[in-house]
Every structure is written in C-alpha cells, then in structure tokens.
C-alpha cells in the first residue's frame, strides 16, 4: 500500500510540473510548437499512469486542452487571413492559393503558425528574400512593397537591351566563343552587373560606390525587357533556352524568368544573339 501511494504522489508531482509549465506556456507565448510539445510530454507520463482516477483526472485535462489547442490555432489563422485579406485589398494587391503557401503577385508568402512568422519568396518558392517576419498583414504588406520598389526601378528597354548585348560579347571574348554562340546566362550576369555601375564605380570602385543588381533584379528585368520591347533592337536578337530539369536545380545554370506578374515562369541556361 505504502508503494503504491509513493508511485501515486510522484506521479502528481511530475504532473503539477508539468501541468505548472504548460500553464506558463500558454500565458506567456504565442509558439503554438512549444504547446504541442508541452501537452506531448504529459501525454507520454499519462500513458504511463497506473491508478484510473488519476488517469481519468488527467485524459479530461488533455482532452480538454488539445481541443482548446486545436480551435485556438483555427481561430488564429482565420484571424489573421481576414487581416492580411483587408490589408492587400487596401494596397491593390491580388492573392491565391492557401495556407501555407499565399501567392501575392510575383511573391510567395510561406506561413509559420506554429512560429508566429512567415517568409517571403520570389516567384514559386525561386529565391528566398526574408525570413522569420512577425505574423503582422501591415508589416507584411510593407516588406512586399518595398521588393516591388526595389524591382520596378527606372527600366529604359533599349539601354539595357544594349547592355545585355556588350555583356554578351564580353562574355565570348573570355570564354574564346564566336558570335551566336550560347552563354550561361549566370555568365552574362557577371559581366552585366559592372557594365551597370555609375560612374563613380569607376573612377573608385569602393563599396559605398557599388551599385548591387542581384539575381532577381535580373531575373524581373528580362521578363520587364521581353514584355516591354521583346527580343529584337536594331539588327540583334536574342534567344533564352529553356533550361533542362537537372540545370534548374543547380543557380550556376539556371534564372527563373516571370511569365506575368502572378507568379508564372520559366527556367532559362543559355542566353544568345544573333545578327539579323
């Protein structure tokens, strides 16, 4: 008799432990992981459980719990879709798809409710641009607006057209290619993103100096080029290949290029002009 009150009164213990730091848990935190974790070590000391009044006691807490769980997480996320819904209609901004994954023109918005954060991508999960944003539409909202900013920079279609064309042509000289020849469009870039510098770059490139164009500059640049003035200047044209399954998971020999501005695109390797 006296063990099975010792076992009885360790198992209270454990479970006032327990039960003590869920409780904190909850008051505390919006980490709904944290929750499911807490109530999964107690599940696993109730299974455990000898004495059926205590085990009855518990199973009723955890059931409890585990539903309160469950509807606080839908109310969470309906919550915040009904927020993030008036905050894209309030800036002119479309979206589709379902949690997790929203598509929000050319982005894609990865949900963490678990976290409380979310993350931001270009195109379909292509590049990741920020991570670990607080569950907050207006501060969501305001981080994909300054990415649109940051892409539809001033765009002339014939000078860049022009300097797509020198950067080829750099691009052939080094590597010892002819003229028609296809380039790695990662080539290109390199050679692209110093024949974009300002004039200060040149006279000292120091890193105040430096004019950053990344992948996704390039990427929406070409897609603003092919929608804007297509292919063809003067008495050039150029032509992308479609990149091969393999290439388009290596960034060294493939760019993701938009379609349109929801989020469709293609995989591109090659790059190449031809006189005409």
């Not at 996320?77 to 929203?102: D, T, V, W």
């Not at 900013?149 to 279609?157: D, K």
């Amino acid at each position: 008799m006296v063990d099975k009150l010792n076992l009885l009164s360790k198992y209270a213990k454990v479970f006032q432990r327990l039960i003590g730091n869920y409780e904190k848990i909850k008051l505390k935190s919006e980490d709904f992981s944290l929750l499911e974790k807490s109530l999964q070590k107690i599940k696993e000391f109730y299974e455990k459980i000898e004495f059926n009044d205590l085990k009855t006691l518990i199973g009723e807490w955890l059931k409890k719990e585990e539903e309160w769980l469950k509807n606080t997480i839908l109310e969470k996320q309906e919550r915040f879709g009904q927020q993030l819904k008036e905050e894209l209609e309030k800036n002119n901004l479309s979206f589709s798809g379902l949690f997790p994954n929203i598509r929000i023109g050319i982005f894609t918005l990865e949900i963490n409710f678990d976290l409380n954060t979310c993350q931001i991508f270009y195109g379909p999960k292509i590049e990741k641009l920020k991570t670990k944003i607080p569950l907050q539409a207006s501060t969501i909202i305001k981080i994909l607006k300054d990415y649109l900013t940051y892409l539809n920079q001033p765009f002339n279609p014939n000078e860049y057209f022009k300097k797509l064309l020198l950067a080829y042509e750099r691009s052939l000289f080094f590597q010892k290619l002819n003229f028609g020849e296809k380039i790695f469009l990662t080539d290109l870039l390199s050679e692209l993103i110093f024949l974009l510098q300002r004039k200060e770059f040149y006279l000292d490139p120091k890193k105040e100096n430096f004019k950053e164009y990344s992948r996704i500059n390039f990427s929406y640049d070409l897609y603003r080029l092919k929608t804007s003035l297509g292919n063809q200047l003067e008495n050039y044209s150029f032509k992308l290949w479609i990149a091969p399954f393999d290439a388009t998971l290596d960034k060294k020999k493939s760019i993701w290029i938009p379609n349109n501005e929801i989020g469709e695109g293609t995989y591109f390797s090659y790059i190449s002009f031809e006189k005409i």
